[in-house]
């Protein structure tokens, strides 16, 4: 058989194998190939076929996942299968009155599995283990003669470990299913038999960190001179122990293979020949996916099918798709997009989420979520923003389905159809659930008939969906949809949507554990961040950190190696690297360079050329640039229209507080958007109170109040409260939550000021002149040629003994100090006195309707202890005038001359101010 020898630039170490070991092996048919993974099957199928000239036969192949379940021959079952079949053991083996829901157990049974996958995997003695672990909670038990219900169940819980432990195997063996650590421990035992029915010799190809079911198969196997192991390790790693890349084959040589009289041999040598190494900080995903967008853009074909993107991160996977330059045509995705970023799953999650709720209490932000969705949105525009407008409107926090139905009716036939599909009837049964769900993959395929990515997810949540009702065919325990929603989502994140690709051309695209036994020329690492790469010490078991450690159970310091020589390994025949990570430390992400990173600068910077840049980080942020805009005749043309329809103390304040704001809103028309209020804002809140109080003291105007008066009004708060709140929710909005507290808030707000007033009427004369009084005033300015007109209202107008007073009501919080001055020009320089100013504003335009002395001030609710506070002139600790007299008057009509002319002027721009 002839063996062509590769002309690539670059030796692959499956290139290597074939060429150093094929040619002594007489017929591949004489052998079995194990290698890590099914891709790397893959791979090595494709090397073959380059490398020999001759056609044949090829030989028996298998990913050590494979391999086991052959040996083992039993069914390898996922996890929820084992959970399911776990609970059946646990309801035969506790006590029925100590027995919990399945969804109790499902949640601790996950983590229990775990352990007894590692137990098993690593060939440990269960029932010696179990005895210590006994043991250990013994230990923890003592001086507790007197524990409780609680804590003696929590110690039996540990005593039925080996119970439930052998139930499960014995439950699985009758099925001929196993769970993956049974299937290695059964494939151990079965392995000798397996070498006797079998003459082919095995060739394990590859390998780094084993198990000791796999550690002792692969020994058996060279035991019995039926097996060969080839190792890919670099001779700079397998000489320098300051990385811990050789760590597991260290541990092979020196516990096995030495008294095999077998030696690890290096595969290469290339890790120490010089490399051009770019590490490249660069803030979040986006600034990430954006350099290899650019790395990639600087490329050539040819150099672009010896490319691989590898992904730390695999969250990275979609912006590193879109930011893909358009002269690459051909990508090789080999890892899937996960399942539950795919925009379908928010979709799904809003709807179950819906389906769990009581069916007239659908809350509005989740029906407007669902509605909104653009797999929904994109077909139904017109037909959802009618649904928006009219939640708006109402300020509708909760609907009824029935309500719902209603306000669909008169929408388009098609968008009805799919409200009534998605919530036509709440399903609490989890299998009429989920056969809704696959009608609504139905419905909306006839929708993306021309998105075909939108197809392929449809397609996909789909058969989720129906793996999930075979489930519930199956099996008894799921009988609610928040289990339901615990298994969706397990389920869930083991799924992806595997792309097509070209395994042998193009850009490769991979996670790290799809790289084994690959190699590349150029590389792209992104998000090598620590905590990501490795990820961390995370771990979630039952087991003891010291018996792990005693079993020599993998903790947290052998997966960091694994991910050390998986890094490393990579690089040993790359000519090129770029690696980048997050250095953004704003968000939850990490920002950290990978420990994998500094032990590459500090160790290999003799050989190999390291460039550590900054990219797309701001240098210091500079002090931001105030907005300055100027005043077109167009604009003069508004602000005057705006005077002479009438300018308002409110607009002019907005201006002496930001004429940025005062531009905005005034000339440009910006308004906040409208938007549905969960709680009551202050806005709302204000006014509320407002019209409540008016509404009460409307039939007292031009009256002198009496005390049998205010006692009338305290007797209808409650209910005309009530009724002004309705206006802005509904009743059944108003009563709970922090909308109860608003509400109950403004009662006793609103009691207290009657309180207040009732005791004003006893003891002076109250005359209510009136409420809410819009007036206006001509306000002419020499050398201005401009009308200008005054106009504000009032909140409450009296007279206590014969005193004009002018009364603005504010629901915040407003302190006596407030409503003081000193200098006049402080009115239009700082907004700090700007209800100052209002007060004044309204003395000025009403000064002519009302006879006699005039005060003007506020009353706070949140301060009713000072009562009605006024505007007060001082000088030092001296008051010169509470009242609007003619010099208050004069002074007041200066300033606002003045900052009239300002606005006017239109030599003087709009300029931002430092709120």
């Known amino acids: 058989m002839n063996i062509n020898f590769t002309n690539s630039s670059m030796q692959t170490f499956i290139d290597d194998y074939i060429e150093k070991h094929l040619p002594q092996l007489d017929n591949l048919q004489d052998y079995i190939f194990v290698l890590p993974s099914r891709r790397a099957i893959g791979f090595f199928k494709r090397q073959l076929l380059a490398h020999f000239e001759d056609s044949f036969f090829l030989p028996k192949m298998f990913s050590i996942e494979d391999f086991i379940e052959e040996i083992a021959e039993v069914q390898i079952i996922d996890s929820l299968s084992a959970s399911f079949a776990f609970y059946e053991v646990y309801l035969d083996h506790t006590h029925p009155e100590k027995q919990e829901s399945f969804d109790v157990v499902y949640n601790w049974s996950q983590s229990l599995l775990g352990d007894f996958n590692e137990i098993d995997r690593f060939n440990i003695d269960a029932h010696q283990f179990f005895g210590n672990l006994k043991a250990i909670k013994e230990i923890e038990r003592l001086g507790g003669e007197n524990a409780t219900e609680l804590v003696k169940n929590y110690y039996e819980f540990w005593n039925m470990l080996p119970t439930y432990y052998q139930g499960l195997r014995e439950n699985l063996f009758q099925k001929n299913q196993a769970y993956q650590g049974m299937a290695y421990q059964l494939a151990l035992q079965n392995f000798p038999e397996y070498l006797k029915n079998n003459p082919q010799k095995l060739h394990f190809i590859g390998f780094n960190a084993l198990n000791e079911c796999e550690q002792q198969i692969f020994k058996v196997a060279l035991q019995e001179q039926k097996g060969s192991i080839f190792w890919d390790i670099d001779s700079f790693f397998w000489e320098n122990k300051d990385f811990p890349v050789d760590f597991f084959m260290q541990e092979h040589q020196q516990n096995w293979l030495s008294k095999l009289n077998c030696n690890i041999q290096p595969s290469s040598d290339s890790f120490s020949i010089a490399k051009e190494i770019e590490v490249v900080g660069t803030p979040r995903k986006v600034g990430q996916a954006k350099y290899v967008g650019q790395v990639l853009s600087e490329m050539d074909e040819t150099q672009i099918s010896n490319t691989a993107v590898i992904l730390a991160d695999e969250n990275l996977l979609q912006p590193v798709l879109n930011a893909i330059p358009d002269h690459i045509k051909e990508v090789n995705i080999t890892m899937g997009q996960a399942l539950a970023q795919t925009p379908l799953a928010s979709f799904f999650e809003i709807l179950l989420l819906l389906h769990q709720q009581d069916e007239n209490q659908l809350f509005y932000k989740d029906v407007l979520q669902l509605l909104a969705h653009p797999i929904l949105k994109q077909g139904f525009q017109k037909d959802f923003s009618r649904i928006e407008k009219h939640f708006k409107e109402k300020n509708i926090l909760v609907i009824s389905i029935a309500d719902l139905k209603a306000l669909t ?112 020329e150029n590389l792209i690492f992104v998000g090598v961040n620590e905590g990501v790469l490795p990820s961390g010490k995370s771990q979630n078991s039952f087991i003891p950190f010291d018996l792990k450690i005693h079993y020599k159970l993998p903790t947290y310091k052998e997966k960091d190696a694994i991910y050390a020589y998986h890094f490393f390994r990579l690089l040993q025949r790359a000519k090129k690297v770029y690696i980048s990570y997050n250095n953004d430390s704003s968000g939850m992400e990490k920002s950290e360079a990978s420990r994998f990173v500094k032990q590459l600068e500090i160790y290999t910077k003799d050989f190999h050329s390291i460039l550590h840049k900054v990219v797309g980080m701001p240098a210091e942020v500079s002090a931001k640039s105030l907005q300055q805009i100027e005043k077109t005749p167009a604009m003069l043309d508004e602000i005057k229209r705006l005077f002479a329809h009438g300018i308002s103390p409110s607009a002019l304040t907005t201006y002496i507080r930001n004429p ?105 004369e109250v005359k209510l002149i009136s409420l809410e009084k819009k007036s206006h005033l001509s306000f002419p300015i020499e050398g201005l040629e401009a009308t200008i007109k005054l106009q504000g209202t009032a909140d409450r107008i009296d007279q206590v003994n014969g005193v004009n007073r002018i009364i603005d009501y504010k629901t915040g919080n407003v302190k006596a100090s407030d409503l003081r001055i ?59 005038s509470e009242v609007f007299d003619e010099n208050t008057k004069t002074n007041f009509i200066a300033v606002l001359k003045s900052l009239i002319c300002e606005i006017l002027n239109p030599e003087i721009p709009f300029t931002e101010k430092e709120v």
């Open 660 to 764: 940025i704001d005062f531009y905005q809103k005034y000339l440009l028309k910006i308004r906040e958007a409208e938007e549905i209020e969960e709680e009551i804002s202050y806005r709302v809140y204000g006014n509320v109170v407002h019209q409540t109080l008016e509404n009460l003291y409307q039939e007292y105007v031009s009256k002198v109040l009496a005390e049998v008066d205010v006692k009338a009004i305290e007797k209808q708060l409650d209910n005309e409260l009530l009724v002004e709140f309705q206006k802005q929710f509904n009743e059944e909005a108003i009563f709970r939550g922090k909308n109860l507290l608003a509400f109950e808030m403004a009662k006793n707000q609103c009691q207290r000021f009657l309180k207040m007033e009732l005791a004003l009427v006893k003891k002076a």
């Open 409 to 520: 009716a008169s929408t388009s036939e098609d968008f009805q159809k799919v409200v009534k599909l998605l919530l036509g009837e709440l399903k609490t049964s989890p299998k009429e659930f989920l056969q809704m769900t696959t009608e609504v993959c139905y419905f909306l395929k006839g929708f993306q008939q021309e998105n075909k990515l939108q197809l392929a997810y449809l397609f996909s949540f789909h058969s989720l969906f129906q793996q999930l009702i075979n489930l519930t065919e199956t099996v008894v325990y799921i009988e609610n949809l928040s289990l339901l929603k615990q298994i969706y989502q397990d389920v869930l994140a083991t799924k992806t949507l595997d792309f097509k690709g070209y395994p042998d051309r193009g850009l490769q695209l991979m996670g790290v554990l799809e790289t084994r036994v690959l190699d590349f």
């Open 822 to 880: 000193s200098n006049f020009e402080d009115l239009t320089e700082d907004f700090k006195h700007s209800k100052v100013f209002q007060v004044l504003f309204y003395s000025l335009v009403l000064e002519n309707q009302l006879k006699g002395e005039i005060q003007s001030g506020i009353i706070s609710f949140k301060n009713l202890k000072e009562g009605f506070m006024q505007y007060q002139l001082k000088s030092g600790r001296k008051t010169l």
